[in-house]
């Protein structure tokens, strides 16, 4: 009776693990199995010829790999860090209306509801050199006489692609910040004001470190959306123009595709995972203690 129950349990879970192994644990080890090897589209045959870590040296030692991963770090950086403070200027504004708050919510998510695709190709063409609502109206505000090439330029197609990531996902971190501030007590604000504080000095000291778990898990799961940021790019620029916005999965999407070498592909893929993780680690990280100072106060 006692295998019974112990097997009764198990065999309910066993179709979704079958699926699980199926969907997820057969495609990754194969896929890391072909990092292993030379494997090349055009040449199937390569699948069975193991070559070790040689792939993931290439990576590492690749001058492209690096600056790959340099402008996906950039991206990172900026697009976060912006993110980060107008969400959090969204949500302080959020917060002191008394009226239609829900609807102001529903649309502050609107551009969440977009596809990265469909973001791609809306800006694509919002950066149009030609026939951009970018050029047309800086043109017809007389700031300039001629069209910008946006997306022609590579630090001018960088600023674009940022713009893109930054109007599709900084509700992200508005509804998680506004989270926050619904959640805290009104109790230390107004004993800051009896107290004298003024208002940067209330939200520097009461609100700020009390609504900092809730920006680091916006940031923790932004990281991992920006650092496989693959479909605004491609839409825009498609890593050009010459590279100057090829990112890591960009530049992993062309060595497997274009140029058929899905080992090398796969090796920078798994290399990219583990950097990944450096930085989800370093975020819960903060996290932790973010919530650690807010039980010592609180």
Known sequence: M????????????????????????????????????????????????????RNYVNAFTDPVFWAAFGRTVLLLTV???????LGLGLALLMERVTRGQRLLRTLMMFPMMFSPILVGFQFKFMFNDNVGLINNALQSLGITDAAIPWL????????AIVTAEVWSST????????????????EPIEAAKVDGCTPWQSFRYVT?????????????????????????VKIMT????????????????????SDARMGAAN?????????????TVYFFRKLA??????????
């Not at 022609?152 to 600023?159: K, V, W, Y």
Request: no cysteine; glycine share 4%; proline share 7%.
């Open 171 to 186: 509700p992200v971190f508005a509804i998680l910040i506004l989270a926050g501030l619904l959640a805290m007590p009104r």
């Open 289 to 298: 203690a973010a919530r650690t100072q807010i039980a010592a106060e609180w």
């Open 2 to 53: 006692k295998s019974l129950r112990l097997g009764t349990p198990f065999l309910l879970l066993l179709p979704a693990i079958v699926v699980l192994l199926a969907t997820v644990a057969l495609p990754l080890a194969l896929s890391f199995y072909s990092s292993l090897t030379p494997f090349k589209l055009t040449r199937p045959e390569t699948l069975w010829v193991f070559v070790g870590a």
């Open 79 to 85: 697009a976060l860090n912006l993110e980060m403070l």
């Open 238 to 257: 498609d890593g050009g123009p010459a590279r100057r916005t090829e990112l890591i999965w960009t530049l992993v999407a062309r060595t497997a595709y």
């Open 267 to 279: 090796a920078m893929a798994y290399a990219s995972i583990a950097l990944s993780i450096v930085f």
């Open 152 to 159: 022609i330029n590579g630090t001018l197609a960088f600023i």
């Open 208 to 232: 700020w470190p009390f609504i900092m778990p809730f920006a680091y898990i916006a940031m923790t799961i932004r990281s991992l959306d920006v650092g496989r940021a693959y479909d605004i």
